[in-house]
């Protein structure tokens, strides 16, 4: 007798094996750990999720994770993790009403300054921006820097639809350029069909393309060389990026922009090991960047604690690094980044 499994399950079976990959809750103790890729899940936004998504894929076709502040501390003593920079993951706050983007967007700042200002030791944030909506995200900057002392902002790779380089967004970034502001990055649903079948969640392959797309983006049409005094943080281990600088790099007289200076651009970025780094994303990343540019990342609640261990444990044994190297993906850089 054959048994059939609904996508749901399926789905379910699929996390708790992930989960199990090198499980080991307690990793040993290392100096100091500083987490600059980790969620939260304001009481606003989950409702949003449950409002706007069908129950049990709220999150871009999986589950939303469970979160709370206690089980956040808890696994950050677990594992070692001194601090934690808060941001939102996806989908972004934009659901298609502007006066709810607006509203929700502030309903989770104030809760992740909430979470800081009671435990201002262990996390900080990087605040959300109601995108598309310009003048509205010009007030939320000013409102998370000057009013909750946000390290920084996150922005989705798309909202709406629209990408990071469209020319609609320049206000934005000369207003983030004039702070000389951290931005972080992070992957959101393409606004364009999925490249895998429709059965697999957009954050196994998806993901990893949207972000590339959207720095490639940025680099070529040279966004990232107007603002220069952003710090721009990207995340996954820079996606597919390390495997096709090269290949941007050589493409460059075909560009309208031949003043780019690609490889330039690609190396003063700064990168987050989150998800699977060890051993080919961090062998590219070492190609495409410095040690002094990539920083550590958990992405925890939407990996599992064993998970995260398992890949912390990698990152401490792999001889791709040396001590001096190790202390900086794991703490010297994100302290010189992050004040």
Not at 40 to 58: F, T, V, W
Not at 250 to 260: A, E, H, N, T, Y
Not at 310 to 323: A, V
Request: net charge neutral; glycine share 6%; aromatic share 8%.
């Amino acid at each position: 007798m054959t048994m059939k499994i609904s996508r749901r399950n399926f789905i379910k079976g699929a996390l708790a094996t992930v989960a199990m990959i090198n499980f080991n809750p307690k990793v040993e103790a290392r100096a100091k750990c500083i987490d600059v890729h980790a969620h939260y899940l304001s009481d606003g936004y989950r409702a949003a999720l449950l409002k706007h998504g069908a129950k049990g894929s709220e999150s871009d076709g999986l589950p939303a994770p469970q979160w709370s502040v206690d089980a956040h501390i808890e696994m950050m003593n677990n594992l070692g993790i001194e601090r934690a920079f808060l941001s939102l993951a996806s989908p972004h706050s934009y659901f298609g009403d502007d006066v709810e983007t607006v509203e929700l967007t502030r309903e989770i700042n104030e809760f992740g300054a909430d979470i800081v200002k009671r435990y201002p030791q262990r996390f900080g944030l990087f605040a959300t921006l109601p995108l598309p909506l310009i003048d509205q995200s010009l007030t939320e900057i000013d409102h998370a820097f000057d009013r909750l002392n946000a390290v920084g902002i996150k922005l989705p790779t798309n909202a709406g639809g629209i990408y990071l380089a469209d020319q609609r967004f320049e206000p934005i970034f000369n207003a983030l350029n004039q702070r000389h502001a951290i931005v972080e990055l992070h992957p959101v649903r393409p606004a364009v069909d999925p490249i895998v079948p429709r059965n697999t969640p957009v954050a196994v392959v998806d993901y990893l393309v949207e972000t590339t797309r959207t720095v490639s983006d940025m680099i070529l049409g040279g966004l990232t060389a107007r603002f220069n005094q952003i710090r721009w943080i990207i995340p996954h281990g820079g996606a597919l990026l390390p495997s096709l600088v090269d290949r941007l790099v050589g493409m460059k007289p075909l560009l309208p922009d031949k003043s780019v200076d690609v490889r330039a651009e690609f190396a003063r970025l700064y990168y987050d090991v989150a998800g699977f780094a060890v051993p080919n994303q961090l062998l590219g990343l070492l190609q495409m960047t410095t040690i002094d540019h990539i920083l550590y990342g958990s992405d925890y609640p939407y990996a599992f604690p064993a998970f995260i261990g398992g890949e912390m444990q990698k990152l401490s044994s792999t001889d791709i690094l040396n001590d001096q190297q190790r202390s900086k993906i794991f703490y010297r850089n994100a302290k010189e980044l992050i004040p």
